[in-house]
């Protein structure tokens, strides 16, 4: 057995786009190099969205690309007791509430906090940050929301969970390689300290989804045993609170490596809400996957 796992953990809630190809075959030519296992990992939590059809699309697009992983694939839905345990774990420890306000609620209080002059803070995907119930909520309205069993997200408790940090969290992160021809170095990392207030109280689970995506990916990259997680740069700050959750769990911390972004001609980040074409249309209107890799940086099809 490898002693380095990288997985590929895609979400099944739309068709996956060149920016995920890159993705999977630059974890695919690491696992190569390093003598790794690549698992696949399914991270289908919104069972309303990712729909069947979705699921086996995104199984033919890899079968496709030619990534070689280790079987079975690990799908996040028949795991969801795990996210609740980790999530009562957090609970016990007083670092999960319940939040009751509505984004329409929170969009009035910062609009009256930007009027008398106060910019409010938001979180490094530009969301604000959640001003807690009681900035809006009256004691009598929160008793009434609780008995009507009114929605709710889970929200971790910011300040209590700073105030467990015995000292600064960090992530090691893989160094980026000097030229687009070479792969990053295992053996090459950097130190990056951690943010985690950056991201105010998250959101663990909602009343109608058992988990979120921060609280299930750190689950299960330790329950899988993930040494290397590999992923876009959009996710680079996220790993301040991978880290915290981490910590608070004590749960191991895989090395990161966080990947340039394939983007459009005009600069944008491919999406799949933006309607960027899917590989499926793309394959359908005759791509092919040798001209799919010459597309892709040198360093990947130099090691495939």
Same mark, same amino acid.
């Not at 663990?204 to 750190?218: E, F, G, I, M, N």
């Not at 045993?225 to 769990?249: C, E, F, M, N, P």
């Not at 749960?251 to 960027?276: D, F, Q, R």
């Given at each position: 057995?490898?002693?380095?796992?990288?997985?590929? =953990?895609?979400?099944?809630? @739309?068709?996956?786009?060149? @920016?995920?190809?890159?993705?999977?075959?630059?974890?695919?030519?690491?696992?190569?190099? /390093?003598?790794?296992?690549?698992?696949?990992?399914?991270?289908?939590?919104?069972?309303?969205?990712?729909?069947?059809?979705?699921? $086996?699309?995104? +199984?033919?697009?890899?079968?496709?690309?030619?990534?070689?992983?280790?079987?079975?694939?690990?799908?996040?839905?028949?795991?969801?007791?795990?996210?609740?345990?980790?999530?009562?774990?957090?609970?016990?420890?007083?670092?999960?509430?319940?939040? /009751?306000?509505?984004?329409? &609620?929170?969009?009035?209080?910062?609009?009256? &906090?930007? #009027?008398?002059?106060?910019?409010?803070?938001?979180?490094?995907? @530009?969301?604000?940050? /959640?001003?807690?119930?009681? !900035?809006?909520?009256?004691?009598?309205?929160? &008793?009434?929301?609780?008995?009507?069993?009114?929605?709710?997200?889970?929200?971790?408790?910011?300040?209590?969970?700073?105030?467990?940090?015995?000292?600064? +969290?960090?992530?090691?992160?893989?160094?980026?390689?000097?030229?687009?021809?070479?792969?990053?170095?295992?053996? %090459?990392?950097?130190?990056?300290?951690?943010?985690?207030?950056?991201?105010?109280?998250?959101?663990?689970?909602?009343?109608?989804?058992?988990?979120?995506?921060?609280?299930?990916?750190?689950?299960?990259? !330790? =329950? &899988?045993?993930?040494?290397?997680?590999?992923?876009? %740069?959009?996710? /680079?700050? !996220?790993?301040?609170?991978?880290? +915290?959750? %981490?910590?608070?769990?004590? +749960?191991?911390?895989?090395?990161?490596?966080?990947?340039?972004?394939?983007?459009?001609? !005009?600069?944008?980040?491919?999406?799949?809400?933006?309607?960027?074409?899917?590989?499926? #249309?793309?394959? #359908? $209107?005759?791509?092919?996957?040798? #001209?799919?890799?010459?597309?892709?940086?040198?360093?990947?099809? *130099? *090691?495939?």
């Amino acid at each position: 057995m490898s002693q380095f796992l990288l997985r590929f =953990a895609p979400s099944p809630n @739309g068709l996956l786009h060149k @920016g995920h190809a890159y993705s999977a075959l630059l974890n695919a030519a690491l696992a190569k190099k /390093y003598n790794a296992d690549l698992l696949i990992r399914m991270e289908d939590i919104d069972t309303i969205r990712c729909t069947q059809e979705l699921k $086996q699309q995104t +199984l033919q697009d890899l079968k496709w690309l030619q990534i070689p992983y280790k079987q079975p694939v690990l799908w996040q839905s028949s795991r969801f007791h795990a996210y609740k345990n980790a999530l009562n774990y957090l609970a016990k420890m007083g670092l999960v509430y319940k939040a /009751y306000l509505t984004r329409k &609620q929170i969009t009035q209080f910062i609009k009256s &906090q930007e #009027e008398q002059g106060i910019s409010w803070p938001s979180d490094p995907d @530009g969301a604000p940050l /959640y001003p807690g119930d009681d !900035a809006i909520l009256s004691k009598s309205q929160l &008793q009434k929301l609780s008995d009507e069993k009114a929605p709710y997200a889970l929200r971790l408790n910011m300040r209590r969970a700073r105030q467990m940090l015995n000292s600064p +969290l960090y992530w090691q992160e893989l160094t980026p390689p000097k030229t687009s021809v070479d792969l990053p170095a295992f053996e %090459q990392v950097d130190t990056i300290k951690t943010d985690p207030s950056a991201w105010g109280d998250m959101v663990l689970a909602r009343k109608d989804t058992p988990t979120s995506y921060h609280l299930s990916v750190v689950v299960d990259d !330790a =329950a &899988q045993g993930i040494t290397h997680v590999v992923r876009g %740069q959009d996710l /680079y700050h !996220a790993t301040s609170i991978h880290r +915290l959750l %981490q910590h608070l769990l004590h +749960l191991p911390a895989p090395i990161y490596h966080h990947h340039p972004l394939i983007k459009t001609s !005009a600069g944008e980040k491919l999406s799949k809400s933006a309607g960027h074409k899917s590989l499926k #249309e793309l394959r #359908e $209107q005759g791509l092919t996957r040798q #001209e799919l890799l010459q597309s892709m940086p040198s360093a990947i099809t *130099n *090691n495939l």
